[in-house]
């Protein structure tokens, strides 16, 4: 979840706290999670691929970068 609230937050850098708590909740409900959600540019490592599997890919910033929500099924994403 830290990852989402740091994300809302580069995407809306000047918003009130309230606001802010608003908009996660917004960006959580219309995210098109085809798309992984990253803090920074997703950078290839030499001889690994990352792994994009999921119904809901958040990839951490630090190297090497990976998804930590592999484990996230449809039935919880959608509880």
């Not at 996660?24 to 798309?35: A, M």
């Amino acid at each position: 979840w830290a990852l989402l609230v740091a994300k809302v937050c580069q995407l809306y850098p000047k918003r009130s706290a309230a606001s802010l708590v608003c908009l996660f909740f917004v960006f959580l409900d219309t995210w098109d999670w085809q798309n992984p959600v990253s803090l920074n540019k997703i950078q290839p490592v030499a001889g690994k691929k990352l792994n994009m599997q999921g119904h809901m890919p958040i990839i951490t910033p630090a190297y090497p970068q990976q998804n930590s929500t592999y484990n996230v099924t449809q039935s919880i994403l959608w509880q």
